[in-house]
């Protein structure tokens, strides 16, 4: 497995090795073992799957309480992922990082707590596998607003949005709840 560094140090691209024949390919998704000599020591409690169109947005999500890392790649089509971190007491907080993750590369990318996430769908339609560290607590989701000024995310839509009702109304950066 290749580690590439993103701009925050703490959000990482994986690339796993993929063995291909005339078969198809194989590649190790997930192993402790392989992780955890990269850094990635964590302990997966849920495994969630999405299916989106062009031009979904999803995100960006986090939680203020129960906060999960996640362990994300595609595994039908292409999307654009971005982790925003969350954490004052970090010194990226409030910056972000962005970059394409496809069925076709089978990179992954580790998304640690205290991090917003979220992602839009860049082609035709696509699926997402994410592997979560704490479950979902509803009560703790916080979003923030994917479209603030002050991160000036290029999200690349070739189109209106497609959001939910949760997504329309996040918050801006400066009003939202945060990490210490």
């Given at each position: 497995?290749?580690?590439?560094?993103?701009?925050?140090?703490?959000?990482?691209?994986?690339?796993?090795?993929?063995?291909?024949?005339?078969?198809?390919?194989?590649?190790?998704s997930?192993?402790?073992?392989?992780?955890?000599?990269?850094?990635?020591?964590?302990?997966?409690?849920?495994?969630?799957?999405?299916?989106?169109?062009?031009?979904?947005?999803?995100?960006?999500h986090?939680?203020?309480?129960?906060?999960?890392?996640?362990?994300?790649?595609?595994?039908?089509?292409?999307?654009?992922?971005?982790?925003?971190?969350?954490?004052?007491s970090?010194?990226?907080?409030?910056q972000?990082?962005?970059?394409?993750?496809?069925?076709?590369?089978?990179?992954?990318?580790?998304?640690?707590?205290?991090?917003?996430?979220?992602?839009?769908?860049?082609?035709?339609?696509?699926?997402?596998?994410?592997?979560?560290?704490?479950?979902?607590?509803?009560?703790?989701?916080?979003?923030?607003?994917?479209?603030?000024?002050?991160?000036?995310?290029?999200?690349?839509?070739?189109?209106?949005?497609?959001?939910?009702?949760?997504?329309?109304?996040?918050?801006?950066?400066?009003e939202?709840?945060?990490?210490?």
């Amino acid at each position: 497995m290749k580690v590439i560094p993103t701009a925050i140090p703490d959000v990482l691209l994986i690339e796993p090795e993929v063995f291909n024949d005339s078969r198809g390919y194989f590649y190790e998704s997930w192993n402790r073992h392989s992780f955890a000599e990269l850094g990635i020591d964590a302990d997966f409690v849920q495994d969630n799957h999405s299916k989106s169109q062009r031009n979904v947005l999803r995100g960006l999500h986090y939680q203020v309480e129960h906060a999960q890392g996640k362990l994300i790649r595609v595994t039908f089509g292409e999307v654009y992922d971005v982790a925003v971190d969350m954490r004052r007491s970090s010194a990226t907080f409030g910056q972000w990082v962005g970059f394409t993750l496809s069925a076709s590369d089978h990179r992954m990318a580790w998304i640690p707590p205290g991090f917003a996430h979220g992602f839009c769908v860049t082609s035709d339609s696509a699926e997402f596998l994410y592997k979560t560290t704490d479950y979902w607590s509803p009560a703790h989701e916080r979003t923030l607003l994917w479209n603030d000024p002050q991160l000036a995310i290029p999200w690349p839509l070739t189109g209106e949005p497609l959001l939910t009702a949760k997504c329309v109304a996040g918050n801006l950066l400066a009003e939202a709840e945060t990490f210490a």
